[in-house]
Each structure stands twice: as structure tokens, then as C-alpha cells.
């Protein structure tokens, strides 16, 4: 079990969870915009599993907790207290349960050893921060909305985020099969489905 928590923002209206090797070809603006300049080349990434959309229709900067697991998971990882379900899959806690808001469908991400969060603009094949190592293979990615202030006590006398306050998301990776796994055939009722919207909540359209 691995987990990582941060800052993200963004000024371009989304963030996303991305694997690094899906997006060697970006290195400047220009390829930027020739991979992600669009609602149509985002859409693309994102079924084919190099990218998840945290997107809620706006810009701003938000508490992101990443947190992995499943039968390969590496035990420990970067938190020292996410919640483990039976099997070797994690959830939210007690906590963070109470105060959901939304949860979204589940996404496809294609890991090769490395996620990384932050702002869409911010996606390419070598990001500044340090990202979440994690085993290969193909992850279900759930991302839920926490309503983090509606907590008692969860701001300090300033009327800031407390110490201990939830963060804005929680997102759990699920590692569905590991490089080289069978998988069911694509359209068979055991295959998983996967949302394809850029944004993340709601009803696809």
C-alpha cells in the first residue's frame, strides 16, 4: 500500500493523475498543446489510460491524497496509515467516508512505475515533483470529493484548513492486472469498464 498527499492547482481548469512514460513526447509548450490543446486530444489520453481527469469545472489549488493498493501493492509506500480492505485493496476512512460528497466511476490509468498529480498544464514525460512509485500494470482509479469543512474542527482559529483537516480529494488506485496478465476479452461481461469523461463527476454525456 503506497500513498501520497499534496497541493495540486491548477489555471487551466483541471487537474490529472498521469503516468510520465505516456507523455514522453511533451518537453515544451508547443508539443503541450499539440498532445493536450484539446478537449478531443485529453479525451484520447484518457482512454487509453495515460491520464485521469480531477475535474470539477474550475481553477484553484486543493488537498490531494493519492493512495494505492491491491494483491501487488508494495506494503508501507509513503503513508503510514491508509485504510486496507480485505484482499489487499484500500478505501477511505471512517473519516473521510462521513464527509464524501461525490465519487466518480472508475478510470482506467496505465502505470509504469510512477504516477504524478498536479495541474493538467503541468502533465509531460518529466515532471518537476517526485510522484507515487508504484508496480506496472493497470489501475482503476476512483477519485471522491471530500466535504472537508464540514468536519467540526476542521478549520483553526484563522479559519484555515486545520492540521489534521480531510483534504479536498481522495483518490484510490486499484492495481486491476499486472504487465503480461490475462485479461477478459474487451466487451465480455467479466472485462472492466471504465468512465471516459473529462469531467469527473456526473452523468457521461
Known amino acids: 500500500m503506497a500513498e501520497l498527499s499534496g497541493v495540486a492547482s491548477t489555471e487551466a481548469?483541471?487537474?490529472?493523475?498521469?503516468?510520465?512514460?505516456?507523455?514522453?513526447?511533451?518537453?515544451?509548450?508547443?508539443?503541450?498543446?499539440?498532445?493536450?490543446?484539446?478537449?478531443?486530444?485529453?479525451?484520447?489520453?484518457?482512454?487509453?489510460?495515460?491520464?485521469v481527469p480531477v475535474n470539477i469545472g474550475g481553477n484553484g489549488a486543493w488537498q490531494v491524497v493519492l493512495r494505492a493498493g491491491g494483491p501487488e501493492a508494495p506494503g508501507g509506500g509513503l503513508g503510514l496509515s491508509a485504510p486496507e480492505m480485505p484482499g489487499g485493496g484500500v478505501g477511505l476512512s471512517a473519516r473521510e467516508e462521513r464527509f464524501v460528497m461525490l465519487s466518480s466511476e472508475p478510470y482506467l490509468l496505465v502505470c509504469h512505475g510512477m504516477v504524478h498529480v498536479g495541474g493538467i498544464e503541468e502533465v509531460s514525460g518529466r515532471p518537476a515533483d517526485t510522484g507515487l512509485p508504484l508496480p506496472p500494470g493497470r489501475y482503476s482509479v476512483s477519485v471522491h470529493l471530500i466535504e472537508w469543512d464540514a468536519e467540526?474542527?476542521?478549520?483553526?482559529?484563522?479559519?484555515?484548513?486545520?492540521?489534521?483537516?480531510?483534504?479536498?480529494?481522495?483518490?484510490?488506485?486499484?492495481?486491476?492486472?499486472?504487465?503480461?496478465?490475462?485479461?477478459p476479452p474487451a466487451g465480455s461481461a467479466l472485462a472492466p469498464?471504465?468512465?471516459?469523461?473529462?469531467?469527473?463527476?456526473?452523468?457521461?454525456?
Do not use: H, K, N
Request: hydrophobic residues 45%; aromatic residues 8%; negative net charge.
Open 152 to 183: 467540526p474542527g476542521s478549520r483553526d482559529a484563522e479559519g484555515q484548513p486545520a492540521e489534521d483537516a480531510l483534504p479536498d480529494f481522495v483518490v484510490l488506485l486499484e492495481l486491476d492486472y499486472r504487465p503480461g496478465a490475462r485479461m
Open 13 to 51: 481548469g483541471m487537474l490529472a493523475i498521469w503516468a510520465p512514460e505516456e507523455f514522453a513526447g511533451i518537453v515544451d509548450q508547443q508539443s503541450w498543446a499539440a498532445e493536450l490543446g484539446t478537449e478531443d486530444g485529453i479525451r484520447a489520453r484518457i482512454e487509453a489510460g495515460g491520464l
Open 193 to 205: 469498464v471504465y468512465r471516459r469523461e473529462l469531467l469527473t463527476f456526473g452523468t457521461a454525456g
